[in-house]
C-alpha cells in the first residue's frame, strides 16, 4: 500500500492558477502509475490526469488538457499538477491516487492507493 499526501490546494478567482503537489511513502515509486483525480458535490469522482510508471505515457482529461500540466519526479517521489487558467468549473475536492503498475508504457484502469484530498475552489 502506499500512502499519498497531498497539498497544494486553495481558493482562486478564474483565470487564476494553482499548484497541486502529491508525495508518496513507497520504495519503488518507479513502479506505480499515479495520477489526479477529482469529485465535485453530486458529481462522480473523474480522472483529470495520469501518468505511466515509466512516465512516458500521459492521460489528461479533455477538459483540462492545455490548462493542467503533471511533473513526475522520481527522485523525490512526487508528483505536481500546475494548474493554469482555472474555471469554475474546476472546482472539486482533488486527490492523488497511486496503482501498482508492472507495464511501463500502460496507465492503470484502477487505482488503488488514494491520498486523503486537497480542496480546489474556482471563483467568478
Known amino acids: 500500500q502506499v500512502q499519498l499526501v497531498e497539498s497544494g490546494g486553495g481558493s482562486v478567482q478564474a483565470g487564476g492558477s494553482l499548484r497541486l503537489s502529491c508525495v508518496a511513502s513507497v520504495v519503488n515509486y518507479e513502479s506505480y502509475c499515479v495520477g489526479w483525480f477529482r469529485q465535485a458535490p453530486g458529481q462522480d469522482r473523474e480522472r483529470v490526469a495520469a501518468i505511466s510508471s515509466a512516465g512516458s505515457v500521459t492521460y489528461y482529461h479533455h477538459s483540462v488538457k492545455g490548462r493542467f500540466t503533471m511533473t513526475r519526479l522520481y527522485d523525490k517521489n512526487t508528483l505536481d499538477l500546475q494548474m493554469n487558467n482555472l474555471k469554475p468549473e474546476d472546482t472539486a475536492m482533488y486527490y492523488c491516487?497511486?496503482?501498482?503498475?508492472?507495464?511501463?508504457?500502460?496507465?492503470?484502469?484502477?487505482?488503488?492507493?488514494w491520498g486523503q484530498g486537497t480542496q480546489v475552489t474556482v471563483s467568478s
Open positions: 491516487a497511486a496503482a501498482y503498475c508492472s507495464t511501463p508504457g500502460i496507465i492503470a484502469s484502477e487505482f488503488t492507493s
